[in-house]
């Protein structure tokens, strides 16, 4: 992992909870049905799209995210469910039943195919992170977490393309897709 996430969420770390743009800003065109976040942390993308009636599985490898996720949920009165699950794994085992998979700020090359057999027909990939003029900027020229340039504009198999973007937001450079299965 590039970061200890179980450090940064058990001392207490938040990304906050305004979710990200790909997902306010897509999240109408999400099909009826629930949605899987992949990395999800604290829940910032989860609560948000729990509070417009979908339900949502967080996936996520620190305990600690999820807890915070679990309580936000309970403070909010909504229900949001979480799985303890490293994605260096693979995705979690289970019937492909999602109406959409949520991608935020994690970048795994090697889970984008699979992401079409967590899907149902039609089912959408929201997708959004930092992109290579963002690692250079950061003196990370060659990182491997950030997407280049172009990446989320191809796809894998079985996917096709409905929007997508690159540039800078609020001061750092991000890509961010939307990707329909069949």
């Given at each position: 992992?590039?970061?200890?996430?179980?450090?940064?969420?058990?001392?207490?770390?938040?990304?906050?909870?305004?979710?990200?743009?790909?997902?306010?800003?897509?999240?109408?065109?999400?099909?009826?049905?629930?949605?899987?976040?992949?990395?999800?942390?604290?829940?910032?993308?989860?609560?948000?799209?729990?509070?417009?009636?979908?339900?949502?599985?967080?996936?996520?490898?620190?305990?600690?995210?999820?807890?915070?996720?679990?309580?936000?949920?309970?403070?909010?009165?909504?229900?949001?469910?979480?799985?303890?699950?490293?994605?260096?794994?693979?995705?979690?085992?289970?019937?492909?039943?999602?109406?959409?998979?949520v991608v935020s700020y994690y970048v795994q090359r090697s889970l984008l195919p699979a992401l079409?057999?967590?899907?149902?027909?039609?089912?959408?990939?929201?997708?959004?992170?930092?992109?290579?003029?963002?690692?250079?900027?950061?003196?990370?020229?060659?990182?491997?977490?950030?997407?280049?340039?172009?990446?989320?504009?191809?796809?894998?198999?079985?996917?096709?393309?409905?929007?997508?973007?690159?540039?800078?937001?609020?001061?750092?450079?991000?890509?961010?897709?939307?990707?329909?299965?069949?």
């Amino acid at each position: 992992m590039p970061r200890d996430w179980q450090a940064f969420y058990g001392s207490g770390g938040s990304l906050g909870r305004e979710p990200v743009f790909v997902v306010r800003a897509y999240e109408h065109l999400l099909p009826a049905g629930p949605v899987l976040d992949l990395a999800g942390g604290s829940g910032r993308n989860a609560l948000f799209l729990a509070g417009r009636g979908h339900r949502v599985l967080v996936v996520d490898y620190s305990r600690d995210a999820l807890a915070t996720v679990e309580r936000s949920a309970a403070e909010d009165g909504l229900e949001i469910g979480t799985l303890f699950w490293n994605l260096e794994q693979g995705l979690p085992p289970g019937p492909g039943a999602f109406a959409g998979v949520v991608v935020s700020y994690y970048v795994q090359r090697s889970l984008l195919p699979a992401l079409a057999g967590a899907l149902t027909g039609g089912g959408l990939v929201l997708i959004e992170g930092y992109g290579r003029p963002e690692a250079v900027r950061r003196g990370r020229p060659d990182s491997p977490y950030y997407w280049e340039n172009g990446e989320l504009l191809s796809p894998p198999s079985g996917f096709s393309l409905l929007a997508a973007g690159e540039g800078g937001m609020r001061g750092r450079w991000r890509s961010w897709a939307v990707w329909r299965l069949g």
